[in-house]
């Protein structure tokens, strides 16, 4: 880890390689208007000559299965990929979402790169691709969701003190949980309680998609079984 | 998760990899195979009797030679636009296009040249050329589809639309060489539209392939 420090210390530089024009926002932004990003501008911006040596060599050593130069590679870019997207977006609460697609993109996709070729268009292809999706993400989320500042009031159940039949309480939620198979219940843990994504899940177990995605299925479908069709 | 955690995590799991051939080889070595299996679709079907003929006729070389170039260029586009930024500059999509467009127009041109229209319902047989087409076509499809898999598409309906195009003109070239009849109806509705058919189906699926190929 120490040479990590070492590493990043050297490259931090590298996390500021974009110096990207600032686009649109025409006039300050009103005090009532909602967090919407500005239109995004997709002009890849190079990295210096230095940069994109260093970012090169790192890659190659990270194709190698060099985990400390993909460490300090991996750190540099998710700070380029925060300062890229702010620079287009504004500041939005999402930037870190941007950098980890991105990450988990480089990740998957670290064998298409080729060290003939600049490591600046690679990088940028995918960390523009990543902001795109996150962008659609976040739009259609904000377009059906309820901010909590107008959340509604819970309504009270029947009569004091009765308890919900529907509501599972953790005990029983965690003895449910206990009796899945392993697999299962780590998929079901990372998505429903440790709050990761479908994508994070595949990249960490090793597993497409779709396969966490029936997994994932199969483990609510018994455990719906389980706590008697009121874990809906 | 942190993206700390995500870095850590994720430089925790890195193994080493070979990277990807250069896309122009990778093309090259589908377009062997696409070849040899256009060939078998040939030896299947059966060559026309006239074929050392039609080969010296311009007409029916320039229908050949528009099927090559457009599978030639359209498996390079789809395997460049399977590795992030290797597309430099879109010159070789648009050529790719442009090819199929002028596929598009020779083959127009020919049926009002005709001057008998589209034989949909009066001729039997251009359903039966065009199920060869895309029978042809799926073996490449298939191996075209893995190729791309093993790459990062991050434009997936040029991707798939491109595919999709390499692998129906090699099926489109061996309907040419083993069919007999040169009606231009024929050859529009049998051999040229389920190439286009292929691209635009390529374009349909790309949420599914996208879900497929988890980019």
């Given amino acids: 880890m120490v040479a990590l420090v070492g590493h990043a210390g050297d490259l931090t530089h590298l996390g500021n390689a974009t110096r990207p024009e600032r686009t649109v926002a025409a006039g300050p932004p009103r005090e009532d208007a909602p967090a919407r990003p500005n239109r995004v501008r997709w002009a890849p911006v190079p990295m210096t000559a230095r940069q994109e040596q260093e970012a090169t060599a790192l890659m190659i050593r990270a194709q190698q299965g060099d985990a400390a130069a993909y460490a300090t590679l991996l750190t540099v870019l998710a700070s380029t990929a925060r300062h890229y997207a702010r620079n287009r977006v504004g500041d939005v609460a999402w930037l870190d979402d941007v950098a980890q697609e991105t990450l988990l993109t480089i990740h998957s996709a670290r064998h298409t790169y080729d060290a003939r070729r600049p490591f600046a268009p690679w990088f940028y292809a995918i960390l523009s691709s990543r902001l795109i999706d996150v962008l659609r993400k976040e739009r259609r989320v904000s377009a059906r969701e309820v901010g909590t500042d107008v959340m509604p009031e819970p309504v009270p159940l029947a009569t004091p003190g009765q308890r919900d039949p529907a509501v599972v309480d953790s005990a029983q939620l965690k003895s449910a949980l206990d009796t899945l198979p392993d697999r299962q219940r780590e998929i079901v843990s990372a998505l429903k309680l440790h709050d990761q994504s479908v994508r994070e899940v595949s990249a960490r177990l090793g597993m497409s998609e779709s396969a966490v995605k029936v997994t994932a299925h199969r483990g609510y479908k018994a455990l719906r079984r389980l706590l008697g069709g009121k874990a809906s | ?215």
């Fill in chain 2, 1 to 215: 998760m942190r993206t700390e955690d995500l870095i850590a995590d994720l430089a925790g799991r890195v193994t080493p990899v070979r990277p990807l051939l250069p896309p122009a080889v990778r093309a090259l070595a589908w377009f062997a195979l696409a070849a040899a299996w256009g060939g078998v679709g040939v030896a299947a079907f059966g060559a026309r009797s006239d074929l050392t003929v039609r080969l010296l006729q311009p007409d029916y070389l320039w229908i050949a030679a528009l099927a090559v170039l457009t599978s030639m260029f359209a498996v390079v586009v789809s395997l460049i636009l399977s590795i992030p930024g290797a597309e430099r500059t879109p010159v070789l999509r648009v050529s790719t296009v442009g090819i199929l467009g002028l596929w598009t127009a020779t083959m127009v041109r020919a049926v009002v040249a005709a001057g008998r229209g589209l034989p949909v319902s009066t001729d039997p047989h251009w359903p039966v050329c065009a199920m060869r087409v895309l029978v042809v076509g799926v073996l490449p499809a298939l191996v075209l589809w893995v190729m791309i898999r093993r790459g990062t598409a991050l434009r997936l309906g040029w991707t798939a639309a491109m595919a999709a195009l390499a692998a129906a003109s090699v099926g489109a070239l061996a309907v040419h060489v083993a069919c007999p009849l040169d009606d231009p109806g024929h050859g529009f509705l049998g051999h040229f539209v389920p190439v286009v058919l292929a691209a635009a189906m390529g374009i349909a699926a790309r949420r599914r392939l996208a879900r497929s190929l988890a980019v």
